[in-house]
C-alpha cells in the first residue's frame, strides 16, 4: 500500500500566561473521521484562499510562501474553531502594535461557520473590517508529519 501524501497544515498553541499559564484547546465534533471527540489544539488543513497572493497586503510579518500560507491557515483555524482573531485594525498595524479586542471577534463571530464551509471568504472578511493579520505574533514551534501507515496524512 502506497503512503498517502501529507497535506499542508497547521496548528496553533495559544498560550495566556497572566493570571497562570493557560493553553486553549478545543474539543473536536463526535461525528468526524479524524479524532472524533479529541481534545487538540485549533488547527486543520490550508486551503487555496490561504494561499493567495492577498495576504501580501492583509498580513503583518515578512513571510511568503509555505511558511505564509500555513500561518494564515493557523490564524483562520483558530478563528473557525474558537472566536479567537489574531488581527490588527489595519490602520494600526505592524510589529508591536496592539491586537484586535472582543469587540472585533464579537461583530466577526457570526461569520465563522460561513468562513469554515467556504461560503464566505475569509480574506473578503478581514478586508471588509480594515483588519490585517497577525501573523507576526506566531511563533515556529515544530514541523511534525503524520506516520505513513495513517489513511490521511498532514
Do not use: C
Request: hydrophobic letters at 45%.
Amino acid at each position: 500500500m502506497t503512503a498517502a501524501a501529507p497535506r499542508l497544515s497547521a496548528t496553533v498553541l495559544l498560550l495566556r500566561d497572566a493570571p497562570d499559564l493557560q493553553v486553549l484547546m478545543v474539543k473536536r465534533h463526535y461525528q468526524i473521521d479524524f479524532a472524533a471527540g479529541a481534545l487538540v489544539f485549533p488547527g486543520g488543513k490550508t486551503n487555496e484562499e490561504d494561499a493567495s497572493d492577498a495576504w501580501d497586503g492583509l498580513s503583518d510579518g515578512n513571510y511568503e510562501g509555505k511558511a505564509r500560507t500555513a500561518r494564515v491557515a493557523a490564524l483562520r483555524e483558530a478563528f473557525e474553531e474558537s472566536g479567537i482573531i489574531l488581527a490588527r485594525h489595519a490602520g494600526e498595524r505592524g510589529e508591536g502594535a496592539p491586537l484586535v479586542g472582543v469587540d472585533v471577534a464579537d461583530r466577526i463571530a457570526p461569520l465563522r461557520e460561513a468562513v469554515d464551509r467556504r461560503e464566505k471568504s475569509f480574506v473578503e472578511l478581514i478586508e471588509e473590517n480594515n483588519l490585517v493579520l497577525a501573523l507576526d505574533t506566531l511563533v515556529h514551534f515544530g514541523h511534525w508529519i503524520t506516520p505513513d501507515m495513517m489513511p490521511k496524512r498532514f
